[in-house]
């Protein structure tokens, strides 16, 4: 089962406390160079963001949260808004994953409303772990 976070690296990062470059490395690639910005633009504590990548420990922070959400958005799966971009969701798919699985996670997560991408990036990685089993 692969499926990234985060994006969605913190899916399976989260459940089963494999990094995200392990798991994801394609998408990995897209996120690194935005892993400084999105540190300092969310003052998210770099220890906790390198947890996160490194050991898919994702603390229940605000400004975690706002991590992700830089992130998603500068990926393509949020917009500025918070809105699930479908395209961009999709794609941070590993393309080795249960297509059903991925499905029902797109069915399911892609209904997901929020006013910020805080917020969105939260809802959106609680949705894929409620999903992925």
Known sequence: MQILFIFLTCVISVSYQISMKETHPDFYEKVEKHIEDCTR???A???DVEKLLDKGEFLDKEELKCFLG???EKTGVL???GEIQESGFKSSFSID???KKIDKIMNNCLKIQSENSCD???KLVKC???NVE
């Open 120 to 122: 969105a990036a939260y």
């Open 97 to 99: 994953a249960d297509s």
């Open 128 to 130: 894929c772990e409620e």
């Open 70 to 72: 830089c992130i998603f």
């Open 79 to 81: 917009n500025t808004k």
């Open 45 to 47: 504590n770099k220890d």
């Open 41 to 43: 633009e969310s003052g």
